[in-house]
């Protein structure tokens, strides 16, 4: 990887994917913003059997949230969850694998970009360390970021930091002390011509400098990068020890920091970090993790100071901020030094590629204005999310339970919806305690603890942001609702496909894409019947073959066909209910018999 400005793009999904033989047995990835599509990428790319993110198929989708269920966990900023304007039947699942860190930005933010990946491959381990600016979203801005491999042998070194943020940054993600050992007795594998010499950390509401001195005795040139800037920012970034360093910011940011003495302002367009994907879009052209021709928008944070043929690099989530460099924002940040000249110049020439900011003409003050609209709105949202919100079943229906103070409800027109429904927007006016979300309880399938906000400017509603928010919820068996919101997406239709392929480890829905609408299910072949095409001894052969793949996938489908009988009990069509409900009475007594023969643990 280098920092040339086409077709030299890394995939993170790719970069964490497991290899063949491998599983995933826990991962904690860490983001200021979140598009739970861009989450829904990484269930697949982790659990999945495709090479690309969103082409999985529809058992392909199933297998995946099976495979990841109860081992990843996505830590966000509070009240920064993109609002998804598709996908929204599936999203439901991934409310368990999500947590919002409540940090209130008016003070600080949950800034880290991290992915922490543990796999198995028969009694062997590994783990994998990405740290950089990449959100979970479907940006394709400019980022940087560093992989980590753990490995034994030749080319390996101790990284002690990695434990030692895991126990510290990531201390919330509950990580076995089975697994925190392993991580501080690990050897990692760097990129070639990358030694990590220390990894920095900072958790919210903490003070810690990221740069602390030179990095280099007498260093003779430097660059940075960074979208967003300040004066006491500018300052830490001259203790690196460049005078003249040339920076790579937008245009905005320059305009209100410059002119400063030791930095040359170049710049390029401004970040895009919380862009939704499009998963349509994806499908069409299959090359990487998210595949819009790269914009050229700058997000990443790095400085760089060279002397000779050394350089040091500081690449992360922080910003040349006093809240990014200083705090007391989170964030985490590697300090590699790089004896790969490729790589370095690549870096130099990305820098001066911008154009410099004197030779722009700059008439900002319409977009610091929005700026300044925007800022004064998520205050207020920041004010807001101070509050507390819980979903309750009444007998009229589901509720949202709000407790926020009157005043904070008087600044701005807040509304919240069902999940499922976006556009069925209630007021939360000032003095409310309870918004009726629904009229009726939803059903099982449908239950789930995200909820969609919006808050909107009073003097002007244009102006305005919505966002997906988990919340407590009360009464809600989540094992048992996620098995009944895939019995309604793998429906009637894909129902046999399912047990086929649960039965002989073959995918019968290859062909398709889990987005594709469901078709209808078709007039059934008479001769087409379960208890013709399995029998008690081609099972017993299937297990004999592998019995521990046999027993993996069947594992638990008593409890699936149970989930099954409530999704197809609710169908309208009075034929398509009866012969749903017809191959669920067929399929038990043989899946009965297959468990008793074996000895499978429900």
Request: hydrophobic fraction near 45%.
């Amino acid at each position: 990887m280098t920092f040339g400005r086409k077709d030299d793009r890394v995939s993170i999904f790719d970069a964490l994917r497991p290899r063949a033989g491998q599983m995933v047995t826990r991962a904690i990835v860490t983001t200021y913003s979140l598009d739970l599509v861009a989450m829904l990428g990484l269930v697949l790319a982790l659990g999945g059997d495709s090479e690309a993110e969103f082409e999985a198929s529809p058992l392909g989708l199933v297998k995946a949230f099976d495979s990841m269920r109860g081992k990843l966990l996505v830590l966000h900023q509070l009240g920064r969850v993109v609002a998804p304007s598709a996908h929204r039947s599936v999203l439901p699942l991934l409310d368990t694998m999500v947590r919002a860190v409540a940090a209130n930005e008016r003070r600080e933010s949950w800034h880290p970009k991290l992915a922490l990946v543990r796999y198995e491959s028969g009694k062997a381990s590994e783990w994998r360390f990405w740290i950089g600016s990449r959100n979970l979203t479907g940006s394709t801005d400019r980022d940087a970021g560093l992989l980590l491999v753990s490995a034994k042998g030749k080319g390996t070194r101790k990284v002690p930091d990695v434990a030692g943020l895991a126990e510290d940054l990531l201390a919330g993600a509950g990580l076995s002390p089975a697994h925190l050992a392993e991580l501080k007795a690990a050897g990692w594998s760097a990129p070639p011509g990358v030694v990590v010499r220390s990894l920095r950390w900072r958790s919210n509401g903490e003070t810690r400098e990221f740069i602390d001195g030179p990095f280099l005795a007498r260093a003779d040139r430097g660059c940075a990068v960074s979208p967003f800037i300040d004066r006491r920012g500018l300052a830490e970034l001259l203790k690196a020890g460049v005078k003249g360093l040339p920076l790579l910011t937008t245009e905005l940011a320059g305009a209100k920091c410059g002119p400063c003495d030791g930095v040359t302002f170049h710049v390029d367009a401004a970040p895009e970090p919380a862009a939704t994907v499009s998963v349509e879009q994806q499908q069409d052209e299959v090359v990487g993790e998210f595949n819009d021709p790269p914009s050229t928008g700058v997000h990443a944070k790095l400085v760089a100071i060279s002397k000779g043929d050394r350089t040091i690099l500081m690449l992360g989530s922080a910003n040349l901020t006093r809240r990014g460099l200083v705090g007391p924002n989170a964030e985490a940040v590697a300090m590699v030094e790089i004896d790969e000249p490729r790589i370095v110049d690549s870096l130099y020439g990305f820098v001066q590629g911008g154009i410099e900011l004197k030779d722009v003409e700059t008439d900002v003050s319409a977009e610091q204005e929005k700026e300044n609209t925007k800022r004064e709105l998520d205050e207020v949202i920041s004010r807001f999310l101070d509050g507390r919100f819980r979903l309750v079943s009444k007998p009229d229906g589901l509720h949202l339970e709000v407790d926020v103070a009157a005043e904070v409800l008087g600044l701005a027109q807040f509304a919240a919806s069902p999940f499922l429904d976006s556009d069925a927007w209630m007021p939360i006016p000032p003095g409310s305690r309870s918004v009726r979300l629904l009229a009726n309880q939803p059903v099982l399938s449908e239950q789930t603890a995200l909820v969609n906000f919006k808050a909107a400017r009073l003097q002007d509603p244009e102006v305005s942001r919505e966002w997906v928010q988990t919340v407590g919820i009360d009464g809600v068996d989540f094992d048992r609702r996620d098995r009944a919101l895939l019995a309604r997406y793998v429906g009637a239709a894909r129902f046999r496909d399912w047990l086929r392929s649960l039965l002989d480890g073959v995918d019968r829905t290859g062909g398709g894409r889990w987005s594709d609408p469901v078709a209808e299910a078709g007039p059934r072949d008479p001769g087409d019947q379960l208890s013709r095409i399995f029998t008690l001894e081609t099972m017993l052969a299937a297990w004999a073959r592998d019995h521990k793949a046999f027993e993996s996938r069947v594992s638990g489908m008593m409890e699936m066909l149970e989930s099954f009988n409530e999704v197809f009990a609710q169908i309208e069509d009075d034929g398509e209910r009866e012969a749903a409900l017809a191959d669920l009475d067929e399929v038990r007594p043989f899946l009965r018999a297959v468990h008793d023969a074996i000895g499978i643990t429900a």
